[in-house]
């Protein structure tokens, strides 16, 4: 026999439009066990947890069942109204009647009777769970960062300020990602470079930063405060340890290829520091240009460096890293406007994407900050593109949100450099930040034309054939317009980081509909992410400008520091145990579990579960033919129960 | 032919006392006399002088590979297999059931095997249709060519031209008729599981009498089980005494498998177990 309490709540009329809620208590009230049975506005705020708990204490209730919201919203307030009330807060089940019924349904009688079955089943599992106790674990004190752009920077500076360890892991040989390419930065126009090479030097003066640059991450093992991470230190074929950055060695290097820093506009040697400041200054090569690596023979840098730093035998080498909490922060990448061959991207030299532009202003650029065109000459006319691929169904149904400011800092910059008329086409303007709009004013001041409309199509203009054509509808006038110009600039889509599938299959992110990796809640957990311990902050989790991407990284800092300030950590008691005498040594649990939990005891025949590593998601009793695994708060008994429940109704 | 039975059983006999008294191995799985000529039985030999008693001729379907895993790990054994029992020897392995290490594979390159009940040679229609062993470390015969292949999925063709509702009414009228012996389980060599869901009783998972809901629950969950590791060896409906052609929905089941993830149960023990690996490139129609 069981006393149970059921209290359904109204969640205003989220929950109360499409399910009969009074009616939901009265039919909880009918099934055998229930003792009580209520239903409130918000089950959450401090009246609905104190009638709980009330509740408990009057009808001595010994188990509580919460209609209302995904556990994930408010399991915890819930569990807390049990454990201040004296009942063990695993005597708790929630039944979502909101994600799962309210909002995914418009008629009332419907989503009734999915409450009710849900409840039904809930009643069923309710009377069967048992006590549990949380486990308790030391926690790793120090941090990973992975993805040195400026919300890596900004994370990791913060961290080591307060005197944390952290590893910062930079796929690239340097740091700086994609704002070190930048010259202005939008909306005061301060220098890109005056503003973050202080920051990628304090990050390499730093004691408590250990800068891993030309790494990637390759496994993840563990969970929130004790996570092991494998690092992948690719060669660079320089000893950074001997070399003293005198760059004797790029000079003589006869081996050529593109710079990527430069998107593609210079050459760079094979090898190379990307760019002056780079972050470490100190070369790398790159073994697809290097002539030795290519033909056997040259080794001059070998032969000029004094400080015997050369190493062409050098391998990829790993090594494991134990941290509490992991930052996410691996940014963005343009999308490939060669696809829209509308806009003649890769075919027509004067067409550019915004980041080669960025190069061209940059005086540290390929042009030394000049705005001269593939063939050399300067520009007269200028068209800047905005939206290209996004707010676009076919390609990216996103805004990118900094296109088009980025496209006014352009427009700024174009006349502040040439002589050049410069059109805007575009949807509308989208300038919502702090001093945005003021930016924008200050832009249309300055002789700027803004045709509102769309670019359509780049051509070849017929009459001139070095100039190129310009297509689109004035939406303004309804005027269908064809303007000739020299150069067209491209605002394309920010996408996810191409390998941005293998960071979340790593760290076990989920990713939204682009692929940027999802957030705990759009709202209220904004950082986090479903994976325990691992947060977000930057691009890679939406486009952004500087600002919001260095706020959400010190909000990232923060949120990992609330983990590893804390030298222990509970962990839920939802583990699974293997009842030997039903295991026949299949292995299954062992190859399913993506947290390594279960291991195979030769000795006893058996599998067996590292406690400390499981995380309940179920997975292997799942895939266990013979039902030998329990798992805690979820047995096999309880599942079944629930589902005759759900089926009786 | 050109290799008779008769050879077959004077070589397996030969390695078998080789082995035995070389003490490569601790026992032989091999097939011996029956209560008649056409019923031979799986027979071990654990010495020299159990080695007269092996026994060779058309009607030796058994798979041997079910005995391996009665054994403690680490027991050296030799094995005679068939083409189809050397895939199930691959499965276990990849199962990590028995170790390569331990196992003399005695490969029987053999066409012409009856199923002692119609007399039929047993061809693609009811297993996979090959003839010659996929592992073996010694080769009993010569390898044999030039027989009649068939896609083991062939046979098909009439089952799938059925809708659901028609095959759900197929299957249960087929399974109805199942009188609950086990023997399919006891003669699958990947049933090894002790003890098996069905004989649990907390939870119990289905009702142990014959009748529809259990024994739809046994073969229903057996067939699931056995997803992506049946090796089509045929022997659990060659085993069932009331002829229910279980066959066919293991092989349904392994052809879905195959086309999803690329990968035929037992044929290399460089496979991972398929349906519990993950790869990035494994296809994600199961989720249609
Ligand atoms: C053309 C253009 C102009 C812009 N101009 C402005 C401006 O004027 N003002 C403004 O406020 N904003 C501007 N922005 C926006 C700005 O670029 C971003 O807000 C900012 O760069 C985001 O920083 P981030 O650190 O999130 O990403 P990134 O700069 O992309 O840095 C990510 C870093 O992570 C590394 N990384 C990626 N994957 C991995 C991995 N798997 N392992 C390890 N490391 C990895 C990358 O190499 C990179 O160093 C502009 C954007 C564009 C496209
Ligand atoms: S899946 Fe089950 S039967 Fe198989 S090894 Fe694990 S616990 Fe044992
Ligand atoms: S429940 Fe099973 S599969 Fe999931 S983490 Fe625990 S041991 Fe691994
Ligand atoms: S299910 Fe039947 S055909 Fe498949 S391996 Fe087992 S006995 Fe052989
Ligand atoms: S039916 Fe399933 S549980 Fe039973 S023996 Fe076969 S594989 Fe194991
Ligand atoms: S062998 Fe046939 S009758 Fe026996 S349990 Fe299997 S299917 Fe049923």
Known sequence: MSRIGVFVCHCGLNIAKTVRVSELAEFAATLPDVVVAKDYKFMCSTPGQEMIANDIREHRLDRVIVTACSPLMHE???RKVLAASGLNQYLLTIVNIREQVSWVTHNIDEGTSKAKALLNGAVNRSRLLMPLTSRVIDVNPDVMVVGAGIAGIQASLELANTGRKVYLVEKNSTIGGHMAQFDKTFPTLDCSACILTPKMDSVLQHKNIQLLTSCEVSEVKGFVGNFDITIRQKARYVDHDKCNACLACTEKCPGKSVSEWDEGLAKRKAIYIPFPQAVPQKPVIDREACTFFKKGKCRLCEKVCEQKAIDFEQQDTFSTVKVGAVIVATGYDLMDTRDLIQYGYGKYPGVYNALEVERLFNSAGPTGGKVILR????PQAIAILHCIGSRDKNSYEHCSRVCCMYSLKFAHLF??????DVYHFYIDIRAAGKGYEEFYNRIIEEDVKFIRGKGARVAKSADEP?????????TITGKFIRLP?????????????????????LFNLSTDKQGFFMERHPKLAPLSTMSEGVFIAGVCQSPKDIPDTVAQANGAAAEALTIVVKDKMELEATTVMVNPASCCACQNCVRVCPYGAPFFKE????????????????????VCPTGAIIAR????????????????? | MAVSFQQIEEKLKTEARRLLESGQVSLVLAWGRGFDEKHPMPYVAKGASDVDGIVFNEFCTHNLARYLVRYP???KMAVAVKAADSRAVVQLIQEDKVKRHDLVILGIPVYGIKNPKTGEIIDGKTTCGLYNPVLYDILIAEEVHGQPVSSPYAVLAEYEAMDQDARFAFWKKELDRCIRCYACRKACPMCYCDPCFIDQNKPKWGEKSPETPGNLMYHLTRFHHLAGRCIDCGECSRACPVDIPLYLFHKKVAKECEEMFGQAAGMSIEDKPVLVNFRMEDSDKILE
């Open chain 1, 76 to 78: 915890q307030t819930f």
């Open chain 1, 375 to 378: 063939d050399g000459k300067e």
């Open chain 1, 415 to 420: 006349k502040e450099k040439t002589s050049a």
């Open chain 1, 466 to 474: 070095d100039r190129l054509m310009v297509e689109a509808e004035d």
């Open chain 1, 485 to 505: 110009v020299d150069m067209v600039v491209l605002s394309p889509a920010m996408i996810p980081r191409s390998n941005a599938k293998d960071i979340a299959r």
């Open chain 1, 603 to 622: 000795d006893k025949g058996v599998s067996e579960i590292n406690e400390a590593l499981c995380k309940g998601c179920g997975l292997c009793a799942s």
């Open chain 1, 633 to 649: 708060h979820f047995t096999n008994d309880q599942v079944l129960a629930e589902m005759e429940g759900l089926m009786e109704f």
């Open chain 2, 73 to 75: 790990r680490g027991t």
